[in-house]
């Protein structure tokens, strides 16, 4: 007859004889129920290896990367680890064996490869053991693929009127190359009205190298053909991109698929590189000689200011140097006599038929010191009395 606890409490409560009863408590220390852990539990499970990617007897191919190479490791345990090993060979040849400390029951870890060798195949033994001293392991193979560059720059610039630098090539604006693939480069910024071409070397040099066009004049900026031509050969017909509206643009050169990618992330206004103030009201009255400059915004290139003392009158503001009324478009408010404390304007063509050439207008009460802002992201100008 098999024991169990309820056997032995049943003869207990049957109140036997004193002899038995001592006999029934050395039996009782025998009588616990087979099913009640002593409190160890008993792992007969094994550890599992967990790598992202490959299975037993697959090939990990893991892209080269500038910034750094790494497998990454991960085993498990239910009740506990102890160690894992790590053996990468080539050959007859071992070329990493590492062997490390689990602890707990999940343990990742991160095998730097910055040792081996891009585009070679290489074998892969990764083995662990838990607390209990069960083992698992896996066999694979491991490739670091590397994209070699099928062109020789190691540097691309954006350059041009559309650019914050424009031709000045002390400012060109380096392109970022991808880590991961020496043949895209990318580049993010703010892309004003005007044109633009990419020269691929650093050197301040119009004539040092390869320059990067379009393939024709006014080629649409969804267009993805492109053409590298020398810098100042004869044949080169330096055809530009070209923007006519402001915003923030992202650029990708893919040399691997031969193409470019122009996307616009956001419009803004449009900028210039001086705004001038003229009319009666300003310090240089209707004479453009003597009109009077906005300060740019060195932070900001969409903004322009000026401070000083306006007289009774009216002003507007012009975009463009030349001393002619004729020569670019003006900026006006929407309305003849706007409130100065209204932010509309509107650009026009100066001496168009269509252009109503309203001004802002300073009264007699309201003459006095101001400062004024523009803003052609936010199309905004504040006028404001001092």
């Known amino acids: 007859?098999?024991?169990?606890?309820?056997?032995?409490?049943?003869?207990?409560?049957?109140?036997?004889?004193?002899?038995?009863?001592?006999?029934?408590?050395?039996?009782?220390?025998?009588?616990?129920?087979?099913?009640?852990?002593?409190?160890?539990?008993?792992?007969i499970a094994k550890p599992v290896i967990d790598l992202d990617g490959v299975s037993e007897g697959d090939t990990l191919t893991i892209s080269y990367s500038y910034l750094g190479n790494f497998l990454d490791i991960k085993v498990l345990d239910e009740t506990g680890l102890q160690a894992y090993h790590v053996e990468i060979s080539e050959g007859q040849n071992t070329l990493i064996d590492v062997t490390n400390e689990a602890l707990g029951t999940v343990s990742e870890y991160s095998l730097d490869l910055s040792d081996l060798n891009p585009n070679v195949l290489y074998q892969v033994l990764v083995s662990v053991t838990d607390a209990a001293e069960n083992e698992d392991s896996m066999q694979f193979s491991l490739q670091i693929f590397f994209q070699e560059a099928i062109v020789d720059y190691d540097d691309i610039f954006i350059v041009g009127t559309a650019t914050s630098g424009g031709y000045d090539l002390s400012q060109q604006s380096p392109m970022t190359v991808n880590p991961d693939n020496p043949n895209i480069?990318?580049?993010?910024?703010?892309?004003?009205?005007?044109?633009?071409?990419?020269?691929?070397?650093?050197?301040?040099?119009?004539?040092?190298?390869?320059?990067?066009?379009?393939?024709?004049?006014?080629?649409?900026?969804?267009?993805?053909?492109?053409?590298?031509?020398?810098?100042?050969?004869?044949?080169?017909?330096?055809?530009?991109?070209n923007v006519e509206v402001p915003g923030i643009y992202s650029i990708t050169i893919n040399f691997l698929e031969e193409t470019i990618t122009i996307n616009q992330d956001q419009i803004i206004g449009e900028t210039f590189d001086e705004i001038y103030m003229v009319g009666s009201a300003s310090p240089g009255g209707w004479d453009l000689a003597s009109q009077t400059a906005l300060t740019q915004n060195p932070q900001n290139e969409f903004e322009f200011n000026w401070s000083g003392e306006l007289v009774a009158g009216e002003f507007k503001f012009k975009v463009y140097a030349g001393n002619d009324f004729c020569g670019g478009r003006w900026i006006h408010p929407t309305s003849q006599g706007q409130a100065l404390t209204s932010t509309d304007f509107e650009l026009l063509v100066g001496c168009d038929a269509d252009n109503p050439d309203y001004k802002w207008v300073i009264g007699d009460a309201e003459a006095g010191n101001y400062s004024i802002q523009i803003n052609m992201a936010s199309r905004t100008i504040n006028i404001s009395a001092q």
């Open 1 to 43: 007859m098999m024991w169990s606890a309820k056997n032995c409490f049943k003869v207990f409560n049957n109140r036997v004889f004193p002899v038995a009863l001592v006999l029934l408590i050395g039996l009782m220390t025998g009588c616990q129920d087979n099913s009640v852990s002593s409190g160890i539990i008993e792992d």
């Open 185 to 241: 480069f990318t580049w993010t910024d703010t892309l004003r009205t005007g044109e633009f071409k990419f020269k691929t070397y650093p050197e301040q040099d119009f004539c040092g190298g390869d320059w990067i066009h379009p393939i024709e004049s006014n080629q649409a900026l969804s267009a993805t053909e492109y053409s590298i031509e020398e810098g100042c050969a004869a044949g080169n017909p330096d055809y530009k991109w």
